[in-house]
C-alpha cells in the first residue's frame, strides 16, 4: 500500500531531526519543558523555522502558547497598526525556544538568520525585549552569538528591531524584513538546524518590570531564513 511510503519517510526524517511523530504534546504547562514535533518541511513554510523542538516558558508566561508550534512558524505577521505583532508565543523572563529548520538554514553571503519579535518603534528607538540566539547544526554543539543584553541597545541581541516585512519573501531579505539579522560567519559554521532563544529580557532592564502577567519577555514572532541550500 502507497500509505506505509509518507510515513516511513516522515519517521526518518523526523528521526533525523530528533522530533520524533511521539513527541507531539501534550499540551503544554506552564513553567515546565516540553517537545513539540514532528519536524517536517512544511513547504510554503519551508524558508522558515518547520517545527518547535522544545519550549521552556517562564512560569507567569501563557501568551500564544495555545497556538503553538505554528504561531512561531512560517512568515512572521505583521501588525495592523501601531504596535508589533500580536501573532507571538510570549517566552517569559528566562523563558527559552528551540526552533528547527527541515531544511538546512545555509551560511550564504551576509546575513543568514532573521528573528521576528514584536519588537516596536519609540521616540528615541524600539521598546525591546531581547533574547540570545544559539545555533546548531546537529542539535547537540550549540554556538552563540554575543547578546549584550545589558547594555542600552541590546547589540547581538534578538528582539531589538521592529519586523518590517509584509510578505513571506520580504521577510526572508534582511534589507527590507526588518527584525534581527545574523551571519553564521560569526559562530563559524556552514548550515544550521537548530535555533535556539533565550530571553534576556530581566537582565536589559534590570528589574522584573517587563516579567509580569502571560506577554512577559520576548515575544517570539517568526524565524527566517535567508538563503536556499
Ligand atoms: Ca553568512
Ligand atoms: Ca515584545
Known amino acids: 500500500m502507497n500509505l506505509r511510503a509518507p510515513w516511513s519517510t516522515l519517521i526518518t526524517l523526523s528521526a533525523w531531526?530528533?522530533?520524533?511523530?511521539?513527541?507531539?504534546?501534550?499540551?503544554?504547562?506552564?513553567?515546565e519543558p516540553f517537545a513539540i514535533g514532528p519536524c517536517i518541511d512544511r513547504g510554503t513554510t519551508a524558508g522558515f523555522a518547520t517545527c518547535v523542538e522544545s519550549f521552556a516558558p517562564a512560569a507567569a508566561a501563557s501568551f500564544g502558547h495555545d497556538?503553538?508550534?505554528?504561531?512561531?512558524?512560517?512568515?512572521?505577521q505583521p501588525?495592523?497598526?501601531?504596535?508589533?505583532?500580536?501573532?507571538?508565543?510570549?517566552?517569559?523572563?528566562?523563558?527559552?525556544?528551540t526552533l528547527g529548520f527541515a531544511v538546512a538554514a545555509p551560511n550564504g553571503p551576509g546575513e543568514d538568520l532573521i528573528v521576528?519579535?514584536?519588537?516596536?518603534?519609540?521616540?528615541?528607538g524600539s521598546f525591546a525585549e531581547p533574547a540570545a540566539v544559539l545555533v546548531s547544526d546537529d542539535g547537540e554543539t550549540w554556538f552563540a552569538f554575543?547578546?549584550?543584553?545589558?547594555?542600552?541597545?541590546?547589540?547581538?541581541?534578538?528582539?531589538?528591531?521592529?519586523?518590517?516585512?509584509?510578505?513571506?519573501?520580504l521577510a526572508r531579505?534582511?534589507?527590507?524584513?526588518?527584525?534581527?539579522?545574523?551571519?553564521?560567519?560569526?559562530?563559524?559554521?556552514?548550515?544550521?538546524?537548530?535555533?535556539?532563544?533565550?530571553?534576556?529580557?530581566?537582565?536589559?532592564?534590570?528589574?522584573?518590570?517587563?516579567?509580569?502577567?502571560?506577554?512577559?519577555?520576548?515575544?517570539?514572532d517568526a524565524v527566517a531564513r535567508v538563503h536556499d541550500p
Not at 67 to 76: N, W
Not at 116 to 124: K, V
Not at 214 to 220: E, I, R, S, T, V
Open 67 to 76: 497556538a503553538l508550534p505554528d504561531i512561531v512558524l512560517g512568515a512572521p
Open 146 to 169: 554575543a547578546c549584550d543584553a545589558e547594555g542600552d541597545e541590546a547589540q547581538g541581541c534578538a528582539g531589538v528591531t521592529p519586523a518590517q516585512a509584509v510578505s513571506g519573501d
Open 116 to 124: 521576528f519579535e514584536n519588537a516596536f518603534a519609540t521616540g528615541d
Open 79 to 97: 501588525p495592523d497598526s501601531g504596535g508589533g505583532s500580536l501573532d507571538v508565543a510570549s517566552l517569559g523572563c528566562g523563558g527559552s525556544i
Open 17 to 31: 531531526l530528533g522530533c520524533a511523530p511521539d513527541d507531539v504534546g501534550p499540551e503544554p504547562v506552564a513553567g
Open 173 to 220: 531579505d534582511p534589507e527590507g524584513s526588518g527584525g534581527d539579522a545574523f551571519d553564521l560567519d560569526e559562530v563559524g559554521l556552514d548550515q544550521i538546524h537548530w535555533l535556539r532563544l533565550t530571553d534576556r529580557t530581566r537582565e536589559h532592564y534590570a528589574s522584573d518590570m517587563w516579567c509580569q502577567g502571560p506577554a512577559g519577555g520576548f515575544d517570539l
